[in-house]
């Protein structure tokens, strides 16, 4: 998924879904937590230059998604879901069980956190001995905001240092000319649209490498491996597997939008894929887990090994 940035006033008949992805990175990054009321119709119409009806539309998406609820008289509020039910984790195939220092490791059996946020999980990862991040994505930019906030955790000691972090980042490889998206709607490739994809993804791929990199320059993560590899196509879904226990799973929806390219900022109309805050689906590999669920992760993983070990290449940025 590619960012957009900023929703100004303008004539594309897309801006809602914009919109609708700007809300759903706020409530990603806890602006706006689970029970919190949304700004007003005509706050968000004044912040965004736009009408109320596109306000409205944008709204609506979410709500559609399940993602925010609307109470009459009262606003627009971000859904609430309950605490999720802990058990201690046993033995199960494809996944460690206990950290170095013997101590149990609690796993989320019923899975009720508002699926649209990453950060809950990942803190919970990074609060393991050893952490061990496979990600396939467009451009990790959900993630690269959120391991900065865990190196920020670790680094004014709220919570114990893990001994080691590996992270294998698998992107699309924007030198490629056929990548399904981002891609001009005429169907032609425009050379400018992948460039735009690329500076992307590789500004968000070295902040994550930089946060990552500088807990063990400051000596407080003793091992730290960062690779990225590329792969010729455009991923249809984004997956973070962490620690080899928790998968979580969301999709490129392909949208049609507009972006200014240069060198006169030209209006093209192209496919692609929006929604910094996607929806996320979290599968647990975990004795208490169903074997579907186990099953679910080790397939996933060996759908990242395969493709990291046969099909990406190293990236040489």
């Given at each position: ?53 596109t306000v409205k539309e944008a709204l609506k998406l979410l709500s ?97 240092p893990p001994r080691s972090i590996t992270a294998r980042l698998m ?30 993804l590789q500004s968000h791929a070295t902040m994550l490498r930089e ?107």
């Open positions: 998924m590619t960012s957009h940035g900023p929703v100004p006033g303008g004539n594309s008949a897309h801006q809602y879904k914009r919109i609708a992805d700007e809300l759903l990175k706020g409530i990603n990054s806890e602006v706006w937590r689970p029970g919190d009321r949304l700004p007003t119709h005509e706050q968000l119409a004044d912040r965004f230059d736009v009408s109320r009806a559609s998604k399940g993602l925010i609820v609307t109470r009459q008289g009262s606003g627009t509020f971000v859904r609430q879901g309950p605490k999720s039910d802990l058990v201690p984790q046993r033995n199960s195939p494809c996944v460690e069980n206990r950290d170095d220092d013997g101590d149990d490791v609690w796993a989320v059996v019923s899975e009720r956190l508002p699926p649209v946020l990453l950060k809950p999980y990942l803190e919970e990862a990074f609060e393991a001995t050893q952490v061990k991040l496979d990600v396939f994505s467009m451009t990790t930019e959900s993630l690269a905001a959120r391991v900065s906030d865990q190196k920020n955790r670790i680094m004014t000691g709220e919570i114990r992107l699309p490889d924007c030198d490629f000319p056929h990548l399904a998206i981002p891609r001009p709607m005429d169907g032609t490739d425009d050379p400018r649209v992948r460039r735009r994809l690329k500076g992307i946060a990552l990199f500088e807990l063990r320059y400051q000596g407080f993560v003793p091992e730290v491996d960062v690779e990225v590899r590329l792969v010729p196509f455009t991923p249809q879904m984004k997956l973070y597997i962490l620690n080899r226990r928790l998968a979580l799973q969301g999709f490129y929806v392909t949208e049609e939008g507009t972006i200014p390219l240069p060198p006169d900022r030209e209006e093209v109309a192209i496919y692609d894929a929006y929604g910094t805050g996607a929806t996320l689906f979290p599968y647990r590999a975990s004795a208490d887990s169903t074997p579907d669920q186990v099953g679910i992760v080790c397939t996933l993983q060996a759908f990242f090994d395969s493709n990291w070990d046969k099909v990406a290449t190293r990236a040489d940025f």
